[in-house]
């Protein structure tokens, strides 16, 4: 999909399309969120591992819960691996939980005011039920810090709903069939939520928006960086439609294009329904039949159904009265209706092995004689607007298969099925669970309520860092170019930079292009620039402010600084045989850099070379403008006389 079409925002306008968001980053702790266990991340082998399995259960109201129930169709096994150090007892639900890690306490308050929330008065930890596996007891342990926030954007605000402080799930290892694996390491990590209102009108508002919030939160330098520490969801309806989840979009330039695909597909849907509508077809006049079809492709020259047969899988049918041409209407760049049924059964049937269904207009396609499709058509009695869906496999997941195919046929009816959706690279999106339903969250009868002080919520307000927007602004006043502003207001050389520009006469711009990209050169040629100190870059910028040394050599300062972490600039300057220069002594080296001329004016090119017989000895000595000058100067004085 081309920009074009995601900036287009008349377009999303005339579609209703509104957009909520729900950031989640964790927090830079060294403790896990309930328990004592070392908040870190592994790439070793397991320690340990356990298998366990996800049982619906019934609520208070004695109801089931709608997400639970599909989960339990998919009949996982749900594998963990354990690591001595990330996990105790806690998390695999056999210990109630410690209290609350008040260093992820404070993190998570601070976050709060800096986006104008209004803060409780006290946490009371909840129940929201988690329940693909991700979280062993079935639920994740989350709490209000604050609420009715806002953001600037643009001329307006973006309101947010909350902010809330929870545990983080498990890392998913790997998914096939009906086996499941996840790492426990990430498990209770501790996060922030940011939940937007639906504020948001078009994809490119999504896009920076979910920026802008992700730039606020690493502006406290307390939040985790890398990939897997921040998640977006995104919350998608259009008019006439119904919120959609786009679940865990893991990087930021993803999302314009994910919601501008996601505004379309439910604008497909809803003409599909109201192309059924016209048909007669609503979920009260709904027609379809299954059978078990094996029996037609015993002898089937189709390489699918030939091994399926072998394996001893059974192959289903089941007719869709009315449904021609369905599965082929466009719903995403690539996909089809057809996808999206495909998607429903690949996740719930457990039949990730693609294609893992096909229909009427591309039986041929995949290899059917004309025999085997004469043969379904008429055992199923087949008009002209019907559609055969075929499943294949294990037979109770093929069972299963083509009751998601009458589901998702019967919720096109009604238009966009409220669904969680996984997000792809190229924007596109597929099934991954029901929308959980309104009773997903209860009290935590394990967690007491945790009191917020005025007193130490007063000590916070006080250290607050500067508001993101102000220090952009302040950035942009000494003169940096947006992309500096940018890159500065969210790093950890800000405040020296601050030092640097408020006590020394130097200029804001070299600061920040030394501190942001002169130390990025450096890391990219694989040297570890944290290991020079703050106090060595003040010091560097005060000898040049000294004119001890001329900017172009900052460089080869730094990178002695970090090859040579314990000595000084002044050490620095010294084993580098960096000399000072006076004016004089440039004038005397350009003189006599001119003497060697006999006749200038026959020379090509006299500024450059004498530049370059200059610079020999000024280089590192005297800034290269300065040198220029002079050498330009003297230059015309001697051609002219």
């Known amino acids: 999909m081309s920009k074009e079409l995601t900036d287009n925002e008349e377009y999303y306008r005339k579609l209703g399309l509104k957009c909520g968001l729900e950031i989640h980053q964790q927090l830079k702790t060294e403790k896990k969120l309930f328990c004592r266990c070392k908040a870190l991340l592994h790439n070793d082998d397991p320690s340990a591992v356990i298998l366990r399995h996800m049982r619906p259960t019934l609520s208070e109201l004695g109801e089931y819960d709608g997400t639970a129930l599909m989960e339990f169709k998919t009949k996982k096994n749900v594998i963990y691996q354990l690591y001595d150090d990330t996990v105790c007892t806690y998390e695999m639900d056999d210990t109630p939980p410690f209290r609350l890690n008040q260093q992820a306490l404070d993190i998570a308050l601070e976050v709060a005011l800096l986006h104008n929330c209004s803060i409780v008065d006290e946490?009371?930890?909840?129940?929201?039920?988690?329940?693909?596996?991700?979280?062993?007891?079935?639920?994740?342990?989350?709490?209000?810090?604050?609420?009715?926030?806002?953001?600037?954007?643009?001329?307006?605000?973006?309101?947010?709903?909350?902010?809330?402080?929870?545990?983080?799930?498990?890392?998913?290892?790997?998914?096939?069939?009906?086996?499941?694996?996840?790492?426990?390491?990430?498990?209770?990590?501790?996060?922030?939520?940011?939940?937007?209102?639906?504020?948001?009108?078009?994809?490119?508002?999504?896009?920076?928006?979910?920026?802008?919030?992700?730039?606020?939160?690493?502006?406290?330098?307390?939040?985790?960086?890398?990939?897997?520490?921040?998640?977006?969801?995104?919350?998608?309806?259009?008019?006439?439609?119904?919120?959609?989840?786009?679940?865990?979009?893991?990087?930021?330039?993803?999302?314009?294009?994910?919601?501008?695909?996601?505004?379309?597909?439910?604008?497909?849907?809803?003409?599909?329904?109201?192309?059924?509508?016209?048909?007669?077809?609503?979920?009260?006049?709904?027609?379809?039949?299954?059978?078990?079809?094996?029996?037609?492709?015993?002898?089937?020259?189709?390489?699918?159904?030939?091994?399926?047969?072998?394996?001893?899988?059974?192959?289903?049918?089941?007719?869709?009265?009315?449904?021609?041409?369905?599965?082929?209407?466009?719903?995403?760049?690539?996909?089809?209706?057809?996808?999206?049924?495909?998607?429903?059964?690949?996740?719930?049937?457990?039949?990730?092995?693609?294609?893992?269904?096909?229909?009427?207009?591309?039986?041929?396609?995949?290899?059917?004689?004309?025999?085997?499709?004469?043969?379904?058509?008429?055992?199923?009695?087949?008009?002209?607007?019907?559609?055969?869906?075929?499943?294949?496999?294990?037979?109770?997941?093929?069972?299963?298969?083509?009751?998601?195919?009458?589901?998702?046929?019967?919720?096109?009816?009604?238009?966009?099925?409220?669904?969680?959706?996984?997000?792809?690279?190229?924007?596109?999106?597929?099934?991954?669970?029901?929308?959980?339903?309104?009773?997903?969250?209860?009290?935590?009868?394990?967690?007491?309520?945790?009191?917020?002080?005025?007193?130490?919520?007063e000590h916070i307000r006080k250290a607050l860092p500067e508001r993101i927007w102000d220090c952009e602004k302040r950035l942009e006043k000494l003169g940096l170019t947006e992309p500096l502003v940018k890159s500065l207001s969210i790093s950890r050389n800000l405040k020296v930079f601050d030092k640097i520009v408020e006590k020394l006469d130097v200029n804001p711009i070299l600061v920040a292009v030394t501190l942001e990209e002169k130390l990025k050169w450096l890391r990219r040629k694989g040297k570890n620039v944290d290991l020079i100190s703050d106090e060595s870059l003040y010091q560097l910028f005060e000898m040049l402010n000294e004119n001890k040394f001329s900017k172009e050599a900052i460089p080869t300062i730094l990178e002695f600084l970090v090859d040579n972490p314990n000595k000084t600039v002044k050490k620095a300057i010294a084993e580098l045989d960096i000399k000072s220069m006076s004016i004089e002594e440039l004038q005397r080296v350009v003189d006599e850099a001119l003497t060697r001329y006999s006749n200038p004016k026959k020379i090509s090119s006299p500024f450059k070379i004498t530049m370059g017989e200059v610079m020999k000895i000024a280089r590192n000595r005297m800034d290269g403008k300065l040198v220029a000058e002079v050498v330009e100067t003297k230059l015309r004085t001697f051609i002219d006389g």
């Open 123 to 457: 946490i009371h930890i909840s129940r929201k039920q988690y329940l693909d596996g991700s979280i062993p007891t079935g639920f994740q342990r989350t709490g209000i810090i604050g609420i009715d926030g806002w953001i600037p954007y643009k001329n307006r605000k973006i309101r947010i709903i909350q902010l809330g402080l929870e545990e983080d799930a498990c890392r998913e290892v790997s998914d096939v069939g009906h086996k499941i694996i996840f790492k426990t390491d990430r498990l209770s990590i501790p996060l922030v939520e940011v939940v937007t209102y639906p504020d948001i009108r078009t994809p490119a508002e999504a896009g920076e928006v979910a920026n802008f919030i992700g730039r606020l939160l690493r502006s406290t330098g307390k939040v985790r960086r890398g990939l897997g520490s921040v998640r977006q969801d995104v919350n998608v309806s259009i008019g006439g439609g119904t919120r959609v989840e786009l679940k865990g979009i893991p990087k930021l330039q993803y999302i314009a294009k994910a919601v501008a695909n996601e505004a379309r597909r439910q604008k497909a849907l809803l003409d599909i329904r109201d192309e059924l509508r016209l048909r007669g077809i609503t979920k009260g006049t709904f027609q379809s039949e299954y059978q078990n079809v094996t029996s037609i492709f015993k002898n089937s020259g189709c390489k699918r159904f030939k091994e399926v047969i072998k394996n001893k899988g059974k192959i289903y049918g089941i007719v869709l009265r009315v449904f021609a041409g369905i599965f082929d209407k466009p719903t995403q760049p690539g996909k089809t209706f057809g996808d999206e049924v495909a998607g429903r059964v690949r996740v719930i049937a457990c039949q990730d092995v693609m294609p893992n269904i096909v229909y009427s207009n591309h039986f041929e396609e995949f290899s059917l004689s004309s025999e085997e499709i004469n043969q379904l058509e008429k055992l199923f009695n087949v008009k002209s607007t019907d559609v055969i869906v075929l499943a294949w496999g294990d037979e109770a997941d093929v069972k299963t298969a083509v009751s998601e195919i009458k589901i998702r046929a019967v919720d096109a009816t009604s238009g966009v099925p409220s669904e969680t959706r996984q997000v792809f690279p190229d924007g596109t999106n597929d099934f991954e669970r029901i929308l959980p339903g309104p009773n997903r969250m209860y009290p935590d009868t394990d967690s007491p309520p945790t009191p917020i002080l005025e007193e130490h919520l």
